[in-house]
C-alpha cells in the first residue's frame, strides 16, 4: 500500500531536488489509476469545468461540484496527497468566506490542502486560510479564473516588466503562508529564477523545469479534444481509443454479433418447466 506523503516529504524532495510528479483527477477511476502508478500528489482542479461537465471555461464552477469531485478522487486515491481547488468566487469576497470554503474541502472530502490562484491580492486569503490551520498551494502566471483580465489563456511573465510583477506576486505568496506554488505558463527562465528565490517547492504546469510538474490528465492521456496546450506531452489519445470501440460496439449490435451465448445468463429449471410457465399466460 502507497504511503501517503506529507508537507514534510515536499519540502525535502525540494532540498535534494527530487522531482514530483503529479497530474489532475476529477473521478474516482482516474484517482485509483494515478495512486496505483505511484503519483506524488493528485489535484482536483476546476478545470473540471472544462474537462468534464462541458462548460467554456472554470467561470461556472461551483463548491458543491468541486466538493463532489474531490470526494470521489479520495475515495479512489485514500493514500495519495489530493489538493483541492477554489473555484471562482469561493474566496475573492472576503478573508471569512475563503477560510470557511476552505474548511469545507478539509471536513467534507477530506483533502489535504487547497489551491487559490492569485498573488499579492489574494495574499490576505492564504494568510487567514494558513492561520485558520489549513494548507495551501498558491498559484500564479496563467490563471484561468481571471484570464479575462489577461486577454485570454496566454503565457505570462514573457518581458521584463510583467515578469517583475510575477516575482513580486511569489514572494508575496511565500510570505502570506503557503506551502507551495504553482507557476502556470511563464517562461523557463523566470521559473528557475523563482524555484531558487523561494524556499517553498515550486512546481509547473507549462513553465519548465522546477521542483515537479502538473498535467491535466485530459490533455495528456487525450481525452480533452476542444484543445492541447502548447506545454502537454501526449502520452496516449484515449478519445480514439473509446470512439473506435463505441463505433464497433454499434456494428456488433446492428449485425447481431452482441451478444453471443457468452454474454447471457441461460435458465436453470428445465426448459419444459419454462414452457409451462409461458403458458400460464398465454
Not at 33 to 45: C, K, P, S
Not at 147 to 170: H, M, N, P, T, W
Not at 181 to 207: C, H, M, R, W
Request: proline share 4%.
Amino acid at each position: 500500500m502507497a504511503k501517503k506523503k506529507s508537507v514534510l516529504d515536499f519540502a525535502r524532495m525540494k532540498k535534494d531536488h527530487e522531482q514530483v510528479a503529479w497530474i489532475t483527477a476529477y473521478d474516482f477511476p482516474m484517482a485509483s489509476f494515478a495512486e496505483q502508478a505511484g503519483m506524488d500528489m493528485i489535484l482536483v482542479g476546476d478545470s473540471l469545468g472544462m474537462v468534464v461537465l462541458g462548460y467554456s471555461s472554470t467561470i461556472p464552477v461551483t463548491m458543491d461540484d468541486c466538493i463532489s469531485h474531490c470526494q470521489a478522487v479520495r475515495r479512489g486515491a485514500p493514500n495519495t496527497w489530493v489538493i483541492g481547488d477554489m473555484p471562482f468566487m469561493s474566496y475573492q469576497k472576503s478573508d471569512e468566506e475563503a477560510v470557511e470554503n476552505a474548511g469545507r474541502f478539509l471536513k467534507e472530502a477530506d483533502m489535504d490542502c487547497v489551491k487559490l490562484e492569485g498573488g499579492r491580492r489574494v495574499a490576505s486569503r492564504i494568510r487567514a486560510i494558513t492561520n485558520a490551520g489549513m494548507l495551501v498551494m498558491g498559484h500564479i502566471g496563467l490563471t484561468p479564473q481571471s484570464s479575462g483580465q489577461l486577454g485570454g489563456f496566454k503565457a505570462q511573465g514573457r518581458d521584463v516588466s510583467s515578469a517583475r510583477e510575477l516575482i513580486k506576486d511569489a514572494l508575496a505568496v511565500q510570505e502570506a503562508g503557503a506551502y507551495s506554488l504553482l507557476l502556470e505558463a511563464v517562461p523557463p527562465e523566470l521559473t528557475k529564477f523563482i524555484q531558487n528565490k523561494l524556499d517553498i517547492p515550486v512546481y509547473s504546469i507549462g513553465a519548465g523545469p522546477c521542483d515537479g510538474q502538473l498535467l491535466i490528465c485530459g490533455d495528456m492521456l487525450g481525452l480533452f479534444q476542444a484543445f492541447t496546450p502548447k506545454f502537454v506531452k501526449q502520452y496516449a489519445n484515449v478519445a480514439e481509443i473509446e470512439t473506435n470501440a463505441l463505433k464497433e460496439y454499434i456494428n456488433d449490435v446492428r449485425t447481431g454479433k452482441f451478444p453471443t451465448d457468452d454474454h447471457v445468463y441461460h435458465i436453470k429449471d428445465s426448459i419444459e418447466d419454462f414452457q409451462r410457465l409461458f403458458g400460464e399466460f398465454e
